[in-house]
């Protein structure tokens, strides 16, 4: 299963490749995420492998994350003609996600978070639940970018919501 979404932060592209690199203010607009701790590397860099764990109600999901496209390699200062891309592997029981974000920078003051998920499923379970049930995926990743962006232009908490 593939599909894309995208929306527009109303803040210069170097300051949501800030708030969006780091890791202490993932829980804020992440989610239900528990923990994301580098295993190997360190945060934010090419090839560094995590442990990430979620939790969505009594539903506890565990995954490693490996990032597998970071350019360019160094997110400061980045020229305005230059598109930031930060692409992940997601492996978790049942499951294997490719996610692809683009961060572009779409004038003086906006930016354009535009975001490719690629799902596979293995065993009946997770294969019917990926063929019944896509827009539940899709749904949960314009989730994530509506509170990242409510996180980046007002500060909006969402750790301490219920999930």
Known sequence: MKYATSIEIALPRQKVVDLISDPAQMPMWLRGLVLHEPVNGVH???GTTSRVVFQVGKQRMEATETITRLEP???HAIPSSV?????REIVGAGMWQAQRD???DAGPNTTLWESESEFRFDGLLM???GRLMPGTFRKQS??????FKAFAEH?????QEAN
């Open 44 to 46: 934010g860099q090419l």
């Open 73 to 75: 390699a160094d997110l």
């Open 83 to 87: 598109a930031v891309h930060y692409d």
């Open 102 to 104: 683009r961060i572009i």
């Open 127 to 129: 294969r019917l639940m």
């Open 142 to 147: 314009r989730q994530h970018m509506q509170d």
């Open 155 to 159: 500060g909006t908490d969402v750790s």
